[in-house]
């Protein structure tokens, strides 16, 4: 088994200006990338002897609403081999936020850009079947944005109580 | 909804009722004899025995043979991400039990755990001690359900009710402990609600007395039974490198053979320092992933009789002492003015983490689970998601051991990858 | 009396219609599974060993809801949900009730979202809520007594 090699290093030096920034933040290590090289990028992480990531745990997607750059998706990975975890995060303009999916690396991503899609409105190019996941399918808008409302309901006491139950839609038989 | 009749110019007609979304989409999906109504599309649908919750399964069935299995899910989802987002850290844990219902604890576990490591919060040792206990009696709580449906769905009945009654011991725990019989929101930021009762330790003693005679009842029933091992041996076979690939992680990894448990390869909350085992399958099929969690509950009784043991010889606080997480004990409002203040701030509008994200594993029944958690600064979450197994499981696991495969080996097949539908949706 | 008190002795009971066919409806009323979230797993607890159902007359939970009386909708309703559990409320035949178990069903319990319906009495005509999250075997073994209770009030001239 080959020695782990440091991941930080080896991605400054192979993918060079692909490499945006690295945050070290309570033992865990975020590369930032360039999002339009994304594909290239994962299959760097995951092909490269030392370092392995063959394991795709989780894609997140969070929404920084109001800064720019608004959107960003964190893609977390497992070497296996080595024990390690990293996470590589890519940032997306608020305006029409698209990359290409990573499906032809890790066949797990699927879905979970899927819910990155349904969730966030975040596009992936070249994804086999992207609709939506969780949501029924003709639902309008992404629901984990943070301009998207809550949606809840105004509790009933007992001093509006009458008022609410009057617009409450009652099944009838 | 209105019959589509088919577009392809054959002369047969295919009944698309089931699909909601668009014939371009579907053709992506299933196989081109679908279209042209040679094969049926069967809608194995939200309501249904045998799926383990509100599972959708789109069939495309020739006969009785899979030829294509597409999941629908989505009708269980809660938004309880984007609701914990509307409440403090603190009442945002309530929210975590409901996910994956089977394991509250370990939802809760998970959260705790991030919290702690954003805050660098430190946890004493009695309540890493109790942790891991309860943790492991939800591992055993867990496969007892697994056990119960997987085996009412294969026809083995009694082994339901065998289990549901262990089952209702473990549930007197849970409740002896935290008040609640399933989601019991006692594992808090910094340890536990509150100390463990007296009782505790003589109940939690006497269960592991009692169940590993249980095991062996299970397995007399189930192990060697030539109509199970016919069932189940040779069904719904994923080979290490397509689980890996398709991110399966637990026993539905384990089942094929590859060595990864987050207890053994990352461990948290101590678990380095207790003496267990990780039962590991060969051929990955339903019987391997099966034996595995029968295993596992062997393993996990182990663990539990090295916790017992050791708590009865730890002493100290339950939970951390950082006022600025953790409130004062009310004895303590008569006599400070910090405290006073802490209670104060903690109560009217929470804590706040530094800015920063983290992500943490633990390792659930079913698999992996993970929480990410970010925040901005202040008291709410700004961002929190679950990586929950069973949302992987369902999307790449199951369809791919289904193909192939018969309408009663999926449901062997589902009740053996252990899905539980709120870990699924969320 | 007397001649109840005679026939009572050959083994013959006199009593109303209405009160015969209620108490046939209470003595079998067999649930349709609608498990949806964790107040599914406490209904299968409640049918189980400890805490039986079967002393009810309802050991046998049907799949289908064209065979069963009682929808015992336990867990959450989701939107996406919702016009399955029309579709299956409107396959039962009559007499048909239901039982909102748990919180989530009664009243959208702790979720008060975009996702969930806010009480499934938006959807489907309730009988007798049952509150809790998730609410005790005994709970429920309560509520189902309450419902007993309601049906054995039903008159013959309502429905008939």
Not at chain 1, 7 to 25: G, I, M, Q, R
């Amino acid at each position: 088994m080959q020695t782990p090699l440091d991941p930080v290093d080896l991605a400054k030096l192979s993918l060079k200006d692909a490499v945006l920034d690295v945050v070290e933040f309570r033992g865990e290590t975020t590369i930032v990338v360039d999002p339009q090289r994304i594909v290239e990028v994962c299959q760097f992480f995951r092909d490269t002897e030392g370092l392995e990531y063959i394991f795709l745990s989780d894609i997140t997607a969070v929404d920084y609403f109001p800064k720019e750059p608004r959107f960003a998706l964190c893609y977390h990975l497992y070497s296996m081999l080595y024990t390690r975890r990293l996470r590589i995060k890519v940032y997306l303009p608020s305006d029409d936020p698209r990359l290409p999916s990573v499906t032809s690396v890790w066949p797990s991503a699927d879905w979970e850009e899927r819910e990155a899609y349904d969730m966030m409105g975040i596009h992936f190019e070249g994804h086999p079947s992207l609709r939506r996941i969780l949501m029924p399918a003709d639902w309008e808008g992404h629901p984990q944005r943070k301009d998207y409302p809550l949606g809840y309901e105004q509790v009933q006491f007992s001093f509006n109580f009458d008022d609410i139950d009057r617009l409450k839609p009652y099944a009838k038989d | 909804m209105s019959e589509r009749p088919l577009l392809e110019s054959s002369g047969h007609s295919a009944n698309l009722t089931e699909w909601e979304g668009t014939v371009q989409e579907l053709r992506g999906l299933v196989s081109p004899r679908a279209l042209t109504g040679e094969t049926m599309l069967l809608n194995m649908g939200p309501q249904h025995p045998s799926t383990h919750g509100v599972l959708r399964l789109l069939l495309e069935l020739d006969g009785e043979t899979v030829v294509n299995c597409v999941p629908d899910i989505g009708y269980l989802h809660t938004g309880i991400e984007k609701n914990m987002e509307a409440k403090t850290y603190e009442q945002a844990i309530t929210m975590t039990d409901r996910m994956d219902y089977l394991n509250p604890m370990g939802n809760n576990l998970v959260y705790c755990l991030a919290i702690e490591k954003l805050a660098e919060l430190d946890v004493p040792e009695r309540a890493q001690i109790v942790r891991v206990l309860l943790a492991e009696l939800t591992r055993i709580n867990s496969h007892l359900v697994w056990l119960g449906t997987h085996c009412l769905d294969m026809g083995a009945m009694s082994v339901f009710l065998y289990a549901m009654r262990e089952r209702e011991m473990i549930l007197d725990i849970f409740e002896m402990v935290s008040g609640q019989r399933m989601m019991s929101t006692y594992f808090r930021p910094g340890g536990l609600w509150r100390d463990v009762p007296a009782e505790f330790i003589p109940a939690v003693r006497a269960f592991i007395d009692y169940f590993p005679a249980k095991i062996e009842e299970y397995e007399t029933l189930l192990v060697n039974n030539p109509l199970w091992i016919d069932r189940t041996q040779g069904i719904g076979v994923i080979t290490p490198e397509e689980a890996i690939a398709y991110g399966c992680t637990g026993p539905t990894l384990r089942g094929s053979g590859v060595n990864w448990d987050i207890r053994k390869a990352m461990p948290y909350m101590g678990y380095e320092t207790y003496q267990f085992d990780v039962p590991l399958g060969e051929h990955g099929d339903v019987y391997d992933r099966f034996y595995i969690r029968m295993q596992e509950l062997k393993e996990s009784v182990r663990i539990i009789r090295q916790a017992v043991d050791r708590l009865e010889k730890t002493g100290g606080p339950f939970r951390s002492q950082n006022r600025k997480y953790v409130p004062p004990p009310r004895s303590e409002l008569g006599r400070s003015m910090e405290a006073v203040i802490h209670h104060f701030k903690l109560w009217t509008e929470g804590f706040s983490l530094p800015e920063g994200e983290v992500y943490v594993s633990i390792e659930s029944p079913r698999g992996e689970l993970s929480c990410y958690l970010s925040s901005d600064g202040g008291t709410r979450p700004h961002r929190v998601h679950f990586r929950t197994p069973s949302f992987v499981h369902t999307m790449g696991a199951i369809p791919k051991m289904a193909k192939d495969g018969m309408i009663a080996d999926l449901v062997a097949i589902i009740g053996s990858v252990d899905i539980v539908l709120g870990d699924c949706d969320r | 009396m007397g001649v109840a008190g005679k026939l009572g002795n050959l083994g013959v009971v006199t009593t109303t219609l209405e009160a015969a066919i209620n108490w046939g409806r209470t003595k079998s009323m067999w649930p349709m599974l609608f498990g949806l979230a964790c107040c599914a797993i406490e209904m299968m607890s409640t049918q189980a060993s400890v805490y039986d159902l079967s002393r009810f007359g309802m050991e046998l939970m049907r799949a289908s809801p064209r065979q069963s009386d009682l929808m015992i909708v336990a867990g959450r309703v989701t939107r996406k949900m919702a016009p399955v559990l029309r579709q299956l409320y409107d396959q039962m035949p009559d007499p048909k009730y239901v039982i909102s178990m748990g919180d989530c069903a009664s009243c959208g319990g702790i979720f008060n979202n975009y996702a969930i319906v806010q009480g499934v009495d938006e959807v489907v005509p309730v009988d007798v809520y049952v509150a809790g999250c998730p609410p005790r075997p005994e709970q429920l073994i309560h509520g189902i007594m309450t419902l007993h209770e309601k049906v054995k009030t039903q008159r013959i001239a309502d429905w008939a």
